[in-house]
């Protein structure tokens, strides 16, 4: 069993979209099987799929250990000991962030680490400003993306 402590980046999320970004192993069929099976509780409680969550609720999940087990490269931003980063402007919500020409947002299947996306989440890391055991299903993510050739301003989202 398995518990999830829902906090503010986690709630008004739908109960069965929260477990498709907290369990990414877990197949989409299995989450409502498993719910209709009273193997997910929120607070003790039935569950039902489109249940919104709320800050404070806490999730039981009777289900295998295997669904657990995270993917290597979610983690790849832990390579980067020293994030390249052009941060145009940064507050609490969001960075401006300005990609170099030749960057990729996002991994490919050529490029898994030099990404700005993994550069980003290594600066929040080593900042503490995220910290991927406590936030369940929140990742910062990037709200838009440039080619890898073009360099620009792009925005991240550094909370829900």
Same mark, same amino acid.
């Given at each position: 069993m398995r518990e999830f402590h829902i906090g503010k980046n986690d709630e008004n999320q739908r109960l069965d979209r929260f477990l498709g970004k907290a369990i990414p192993l877990l197949p989409a069929s299995?989450?409502?099987k498993y719910i209709r099976l009273k193997r997910i509780k929120v607070n003790g409680a039935r569950a039902q799929r489109d249940q919104k969550l709320v800050a404070g609720d806490i999730l039981q999940c009777y289900i295998? !250990?295997? *669904? *657990?087990?995270?993917?290597?490269e979610e983690n790849v931003y832990l390579t980067i000991t020293t994030p390249r980063l052009k941060i145009v402007h940064e507050d609490e919500n969001i960075m401006l962030l300005d990609k170099p020409a030749g960057m990729l947002a996002h991994a490919d299947e050529h490029e898994k680490v030099n990404t700005l996306v993994n550069h980003m989440l290594a600066y929040l890391y080593q900042k503490r400003e995220w910290r991927p055991r406590e936030e369940n299903a929140f990742t910062p993510a990037l709200c838009n993306r440039i !080619?890898?050739?073009? &360099? &620009? +301003?792009? +925005?991240?989202?550094?909370n829900a």
């Open positions: 299995l989450v409502q295998n !250990d295997e *669904f *657990f087990e995270s993917p290597s !080619d890898r050739n073009t &360099g &620009g +301003i792009v +925005i991240a989202a550094k």
